[in-house]
């Protein structure tokens, strides 16, 4: 009977260390990573359809929508990303990610930049180059200074 007692707390404490391990991980953790996970596609995805994001009307319509969709599902999953952190205003520090206007800035910008693409007029290369710049700047991803739009 005195080794049951003495086993019965170890055992528990062990139990409950591996709950709130869980807790933590599915809670916290994961959430961070899938936001993280986000902006690393949406600074592949401005690489990997370069061609289409910079040269509007230029590839085949099919194409351009494709792209079109495809920032529009990142710039929601950017806005769903602020409701699975657990109070994100706090927690956004310690994990380093971008503060909760940032990431409502760079969700815009993509949606903006959605449209865009599917624009054909000549005065919209601008706006893209500001656009993309924008959203590089609100999510931290590095954006060459010698690539930037000239400023008047």
Known sequence: MATV???LPTVLSGVLVY?????????????VQ??????????????EYGDVIHNPGVPAKEKTM???QHLKRLSAH?????FLVPCYG???PIFRLPAQDKILTAARQLMGLSNAICSKSDAIHEEIAKRCEAICDALGIYFPADERWPKD
């Open 5 to 7: 007692c003495s086993v």
């Open 19 to 31: 709950v709130i391990g869980q807790f933590v991980l599915k809670l916290m953790i994961e959430p």
């Open 34 to 47: 899938e936001t993280k996970r986000t902006i690393a596609q949406i600074s592949h995805s401005l690489v």
């Open 66 to 68: 494709e792209v079109s």
């Open 78 to 82: 950017l806005h769903t990303h602020l």
């Open 90 to 92: 706090m927690t956004a």
